[in-house]
T-cell receptor, first 114, second 112 residues
Framework: DTGVSQDPRHKITKRGQNVTFRCDPISEHNRLYWYRQTLGQGPEFLTYFQNEAQLEKSRLLSDRFSAERPKGSFSTLEIQRTEQGDSAMYLCACPTSGGVDTQYFGPGTRLTVL | DQQVKQNSPSLSVQEGRISILNCDYTNSMFDYFLWYKKYPAEGPTFLIS?????DKNEDGRFTVFLNKSAKHLSLHIVPSQPGDSAVYFCAASGSGTYKYIFGTGTRLKVLA
């Protein structure tokens, strides 16, 4: 158990619909990352939060993507007007408290856009 | 531009022998490296890390070696066990950025 949970685990949606994923660290982690992983690739960085502040954002994150961490605890990732190319595993990760020595990943949300 | 490369997509090793997984990087600003293991339908699991001030870090059956001049790191698993069969990712991070860059992974199969 990494202490990071994600909901839902699977999401199937039709193209053009909006979807929202949630990440919950069990204990207080002030740092939180979102990644996307497609088949045959490693996780690709999407965005990084320190507490509620979004400090870094990948160019992969188009205008249709938005992430929030309103109270510095859980985080949400929303994709608007989904496209088939958005189909991927979306992973949330939190470093060990006090540093970035390791990142503990949640189980991921697998998105399928039909 | 793939800054972290794992050039072997797959590797098969007999149980009890050594598994060596390789990773190359191009960005000389990277100063921290991690290895992860991933089973299907799960998130990656952290294995071991190394800072650029070291050239070796060991944890049980896992040892990571870093060759900064060659921009190369490797993960050694000794002895290999069937439960080690998974996809292994290396990741790198450097000063000035919070993000980690992952390689494309190597699928390890340990044969009983």
């Amino acid at each position: 158990d990494t202490g990071v949970s994600q909901d839902p685990r699977h999401k199937i949606t039709k193209r053009g619909q909006n979807v929202t994923f949630r990440c919950d660290p069990i204990s207080e982690h002030n740092r939180l990352y979102w990644y996307r992983q497609t088949l045959g690739q490693g996780p690709e960085f999407l965005t990084y939060f320190q507490n509620e502040a979004q400090l870094e954002k990948s160019r992969l994150l188009s205008d249709r993507f938005s992430a929030e961490r309103p109270k510095g605890s859980f985080s949400t990732l929303e994709i608007q007007r989904t496209e088939q190319g958005d189909s991927a595993m979306y992973l949330c990760a939190c470093p060990t408290s006090g540093g970035v020595d390791t990142q503990y990943f949640g189980p991921g949300t697998r998105l399928t856009v039909l | 531009d793939q800054q972290v490369k794992q050039n072997s997509p797959s590797l098969s090793v007999q149980e009890g022998r050594i598994s060596i997984l390789n990773c190359d990087y191009t960005n000389s600003m990277f100063d921290y490296f991690l290895w992860y293991k991933k089973y299907p339908a799960e998130g990656p699991t952290f294995l071991i890390s190394i800072s650029s001030i070291k050239d070796k870090n060991e944890d049980g059956r896992f040892t990571v070696f870093l060759n900064k001049s060659a921009k190369h790191l490797s993960l050694h698993i000794v002895p290999s066990q069937p439960g080690d069969s998974a996809v292994y990712f290396c990741a790198a991070s450097g000063s000035g950025t919070y993000k980690y860059i992952f390689g494309t992974g190597t699928r390890l199969k340990v044969l009983a």
